[in-house]
Antibody, heavy 123, light 115 residues
Framework: EVQLLESGGGLVQPGGSLRLSCAAS????????MNWVRQAPGKGLEWVSI??????FYADSVKGRFTISRDNSKDTLYLQMNNLRAEDTAVYYC??????????????????WGQGTTVTVSS | QAVLTQPASLSASPGASASLTCTLR?????????IYWYQQKPGSPPQYLLR?????????GSGVPSRFSGSKDASANAGILLISGLQSEDEADYYC?????????FGGGTKVTVL
């Protein structure tokens, strides 16, 4: 069974840092692009970042503060979040994307999602 | 102006068909984009429904009933999610998404109520 399990969320003060993890199982993790998507309380979905092959992309709202990475030997995706702001408060989901090319330079949208982990930025 | 615009809400009766629109910003041609659709119920993560670019470039999500289908309305510059034979379990938020300027972009979502 394909599964994504996020962890690392919690309460952090403005300006603080947090690292989220997403453990993958049931599929060949290294063959997929991986995303982070967030949802603020009562709001819609907001894409955060994707790592695909050797490339990374970020939403403008997090560029320069968040870093996405992965450890294929551990089947785990990460999101390092620095200089956190109140507006970063959200449920953070990791989600997988199938690759459209062998090197994953091309990819499709998210098809499998985790249950999410909650990040609260407040003093 | 947002890249993708969805109506905030839609109501329909059980058994009816519901057509959800996802309008692309003026100047962005829907014909060149893959449009993805997601369903989200309260307290749950989004579920992938399908993607649609053309009749030859589309995919149904795993286990997604065939009564969910995608299409485009070129004249309206919009992607469309059609839900046929609406059921009470279809009551949820629906989001469209596309890849634009090196970023995934979501629409604001449509809340579907089954009366």
């Amino acid at each position: 069974e394909v599964q994504l399990l996020e962890s690392g969320g919690g309460l952090v003060q403005p300006g603080g840092s947090l690292r989220l993890s997403c453990a993958a199982s049931g599929f060949t993790f290294s063959n997929y692009a991986m995303n982070w998507v967030r949802q603020a309380p009562g709001k819609g979905l907001e894409w955060v970042s994707i790592i695909s092959g050797s490339r990374t992309f970020y939403a403008d709202s997090v560029k320069g503060r968040f870093t996405i990475s992965r450890d294929n030997s551990k089947d785990t995706l990460y999101l390092q979040m620095n200089n956190l702001r109140a507006e970063d408060t959200a449920v953070y989901y990791c989600a997988s994307s199938s690759c459209s090319t062998t090197t994953c330079e091309g990819f499709y949208g998210m098809d499998v999602w985790g249950q999410g982990t909650t990040v609260t930025v407040s003093s | 102006q947002a890249v993708l615009t969805q109506p905030a809400s839609l109501s329909a009766s059980p058994g009816a068909s519901a057509s959800l629109t996802c309008t692309l910003r003026s100047g962005i041609n829907v014909g060149t984009y893959r449009i993805y659709w997601y369903q989200q119920k309260p307290g749950s993560p989004p579920q992938y429904l399908l993607r649609y670019k053309s009749d030859s470039d589309n995919q149904q999500g795993s286990g997604v009933p065939s009564r969910f289908s995608g299409s485009k309305d070129a004249s309206a510059n919009a992607g469309i999610l059609l839900i046929s034979g609406l059921q009470s379990e279809d009551e949820a938020d629906y989001y469209c998404m596309t890849w634009h300027n090196s970023a995934w972009v979501f629409g604001g979502g449509t809340k579907v109520t089954v009366l």
